[in-house]
């Protein structure tokens, strides 16, 4: 992966405008800190300039042949392309769609055969969803004077575009690269393509289980999704780079670990099929998730890497985490992950495969013990997905990138997705009181673990495979968000709080953890812009507001930690509610919020950006 910048269509003095985007680019560097690039238009009659700026991670072809932005230059003018990636079926594509096509720079690279794809096709829906991978790309054609974007199913590579005061069109991976020179911006929604000839941002992903209304009713087959598992997991081991495993010791991450160990030979394309798999974890001393990892680590005969963080230097860590991961959700679970990529990074590593996106697919979360019924079962599972870029996708990208670490998330491939989410919605619901094996309760992932059950060749211990889900910062230890809120209770101070509805009269923050958080968003990113990019809301063990209603006792609260579903969880006895105290005119709270105070507020998946095709550049 990397980092991209494009700003289509600027007027002004050509040579100070590739001033100002290499500075804006630079501050993205994080992202790829290998090599810098950057492609200029020609100056286009009307007085116009494009630039694409790449930011380099060389992970796939490390020669310069890999070197982004591509330019396939023909006598029109040229196609320029600038590629946010990892296509693991680039190969496949290639020898199918392009036979007899000498790729640009003969390279090597996954992204390289982006722009001879769109010269073949132009920009249709049919060339996006040919790529299996992950991508956010943004496409120059100087013979036309057409542009356009697309970013890949659910959001892994992050994009936001914008507009700039002289009817420029910016694209960036990481707001910050376009917070001083748009005047408004946005996300870029995923699963969708922005084309200059229409105006309009569209849909290209349209997988079955989107339809609004539709519930799965396909039985579940464990075979189907073990191979499905086991083939995402495979195929992410393509590099040209030392690559490793996150483990926490989860159900998730372990599986991940497990089947990198047990299939790295049937990759074509690993960095070396002979090493040992390197995994790597991180927690407070003694906390759960570094015992449980490294018993994992030793059932599978990986090469482990274990650090502990105190809560201080996790405290200490989150005024940076935050400019880094552009939010102040996840932060709890973003801390560690910071701090452990570092450490990853400075070990000569460059590549992680991580477990996110079970949870969401399978209803894997402890609330959803509480779920009334498989249609809203179904629907909380959707719903999770689609918002996973605001959320552990976009925290399990960008924390790690502030080191130039790319995260790979095999539980959001396409292809496992279209097995898991047509999968009956009865058959994931949780029942404690029913075991379907006659061993083993059915419990939060039941399906994902028993595709995995097999006794006679285990992939990992039965206490791990069948470990109760530990939410990452809980994990980690619980002194770490026990310390996080009570420094918040120490900095935010009872005028701060009692305040709050004066200072943000839109959904003021619920808790003073959140308060403190916000405030520090606020300092890197003061733009009305950016705050409408963090979704806003209540939440219940990370549910989505609508789950809030599944238990009465459940209102107004938020708290995200998994020990907040009490009668579940192994350590939540005890563990109080955090509730919403609404501010009142008078400066006193009330835990009932106003008749009509909307429970969350998200930024639209679909951007009301009016790009017309009048802010294309005209052709020279």
């Known amino acids: 992966m990397c980092g991209i910048l494009a700003a289509i269509g600027l007027t002004g003095d050509p040579e100070k405008l590739r001033r100002m985007m290499l500075k804006q680019s630079k501050l993205i560097r994080h992202r790829g800190p290998d090599a810098t690039a950057i492609w200029q238009s020609a100056q286009t009659s009307a007085g116009t300039t494009s630039f694409l700026s790449f930011e380099r991670l060389q992970i796939i072809d490390v020669t310069d042949g890999g070197k982004q932005p591509f330019v396939i230059e023909t006598p029109e003018g040229n196609i320029a392309w600038a590629l946010n990636s990892e296509i693991y079926n680039h190969e496949e594509v290639k020898a199918q769609h392009l036979p007899g096509v000498r790729i640009v720079k003969d390279s090597k690279s996954d992204s390289a055969i982006i722009g001879h794809l769109y010269q073949k096709m132009g920009c249709t829906d049919a060339l996006w969803d040919m790529l299996d991978g992950i991508f956010a790309c943004v496409v120059v054609d ?25 009817g420029g069109t910016w694209f960036c991976s990481e707001l910050k690269g376009l917070q001083a020179q748009c005047e408004h911006f946005e996300i870029f929604p995923p699963g969708h393509c922005y084309r200059s000839s229409t105006g309009k941002c569209e849909r290209w992903y349209k997988p079955a289980w989107l339809q609004p209304g539709r519930v799965p009713s396909a039985p579940a087959d464990l075979g189907t ?73 030793a059932f599978l005969g990986t090469q482990h890497h274990e650090f502990t963080f105190t809560v201080e230097e996790g405290i200490d860590a989150v005024h940076d985490l935050i400019y880094h991961i552009e939010s102040f959700e996840q932060v709890r679970s973003a801390v560690p992950m910071y701090l452990l990529s570092r ?61 130039g670490l790319e995260p790979r998330v095999p539980f959001l491939d396409k292809a496992f997705l279209d097995v898991s989410m047509a999968v009956d919605p009865a058959e994931k619901m949780i029942n404690m009181a029913d075991k379907p094996d006659g061993r083993h309760l059915c419990m939060e992932k039941y399906l994902l673990r028993k595709a995995f059950d097999h006794p006679e060749q285990p992939y990992l211990p039965e206490a791990v495979l069948w470990r109760q889900k530990e939410q990452f910062s809980d994990g980690v230890g619980y002194d770490w968000v026990d310390g996080l809120k009570a420094h918040a209770a120490k900095v935010v101070t009872d005028e701060m709080w009692a305040g709050r509805a004066a200072r943000w009269p839109d959904q003021p923050p619920a808790t003073r953890e959140y308060f403190l958080l916000r405030s520090i968003f606020e300092e890197h990113f003061p733009s009305p812009s950016a705050l409408a990019t963090v979704p806003t809301g209540l939440s219940i063990a990370c549910s989505t507001p609508a789950a809030i209603a599944w238990d009465p006792d459940w209102a107004d609260t938020h708290e995200i930690s998994g020990r907040a579903m009490k009668s579940v969880h192994d350590a939540g006895a005890g563990f109080s509610y955090e509730r919403r105290e609404a501010p009142m005119a008078n400066g006193h709270a009330s835990h009932n919020p106003a008749p009509g105070t909307p429970a969350f507020k998200a930024a639209p998946l679909a951007p009301p950006l009016t790009l017309a095709p009048a802010v294309q550049p005209a052709r020279t």
Not at 144 to 151: K, M, N, P, V
Not at 272 to 290: E, K, N, V, Y
Not at 378 to 398: G, I, P, S
């Open 142 to 166: 100087e013979r036309t004077g057409e542009f356009c974007a697309a970013r890949d199913p659910i959001g892994v590579c992050p994009l936001y575009w914008g507009r700039s005061a002289d």
């Open 225 to 297: 999704i073990h191979d499905a598992l086991v083939a995402a997991v495979v195929k992410r081991l393509m590099s040209d780079a030392p690559l490793g495993v996150l483990l926490s010791g989860g159900l998730d991450s372990s599986l991940v670990a497990s089947i990198a160990v047990r299939h790295q030979k049937e990759a074509r394309n690993a960095y070396d099929t002979q090493q040992r798999i390197h995994t790597f974890s991180i927690g407070i001393a003694g906390s759960p998730d570094l015992a449980a990892a490294r018993g994992v680590a």
């Open 343 to 403: 450490r990853i990074k400075a070990a000569g590593f460059k590549v992680v495969l991580s477990g996110e996106g079970a949870d969401e697919v399978y209803g894997g979360y402890l609330f959803f013990h509480k779920a009334p019924s498989p249609r809203a079962f179904h629907e909380e599972t959707v719903a999770l997905v689609e918002r996973l870029h605001q959320f552990d996708v976009m925290r399990a990208n960008k924390a790690p990138f502030a080191w």
